[in-house]
């Protein structure tokens, strides 16, 4: 049910339409949008929406989250980081392979911002999973903040990475404001 006409989420709930997509298909794997089909290329194109405190705690948040790093770990198509819009929720959600701590777990981080970045600049490839069959080289700073809400508490945190860690930070939040790697990649070239 829409409380408002229109159904534009400021009440802390997911919409209709959200929802609808976060449980398309069932629990597990979800559909990538990729820049190959023109409905995905606008949504990967556009501005994602912050996260409300209130949603943390439904279930629909977890399955979500849960379905978030299903499906960048999936054998067949595996990434280093996701983040919402991929799987076509404009939300302020990204998942990174923190591989500058033990283990390399991937992290959940809600309404991240990115509140320095260094002068420092380094130059790496990077691939995209809504980018298929495709990759490129570019300079992003060597070390960023990051501030963000816990995604179970949602009690604000900044944190300093550096490194390859912090360009996976800076290609997922990225995401969350329609840009892509390929708008700012010195080259890029076709893979496969
Ligand atoms: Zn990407």
Not at 77 to 105: H, M, S, T, W, Y
């Amino acid at each position: 049910m829409c409380a408002f006409s229109g159904c534009k989420s400021v009440t802390g709930v997911f919409s209709e339409n959200e929802l609808l997509v976060i449980h398309a298909g069932g629990t597990g794997i979800m559909r990538l949008y990729t820049v190959d089909n023109p409905a995905d290329s606008v949504l990967l194109r556009s501005k994602s929406a912050a996260v409300q405190e209130e949603m943390l705690t439904s279930p629909d948040f977890s399955l979500l989250v849960n379905r978030m790093l299903a499906t960048v770990n999936d054998p067949d198509n595996e990434g280093v980081g996701i983040a919402a819009p991929q799987v076509g929720i404009l939300r302020r959600i990204i998942a990174v392979q923190r591989f500058d701590k033990e283990g390399e777990p991937f992290e959940v981080y809600v309404n991240p911002e990115i509140v320095f970045y260094s002068g420092n600049k380094i130059s790496g490839i990077e691939g995209c999973l809504s980018v298929p069959g495709m990759r490129g080289r570019v300079a992003r700073a060597a070390e960023i903040t990051l501030r963000y809400r816990d995604s179970k508490t949602f009690e604000e945190r900044e944190e300093t990475v550096s490194g390859y860690t912090a360009v996976i930070f800076q290609h997922e939040t990225d995401h969350l404001n329609g840009r892509l790697y390929t708008d700012i990649a010195s080259e890029t070239e076709s893979v496969q």
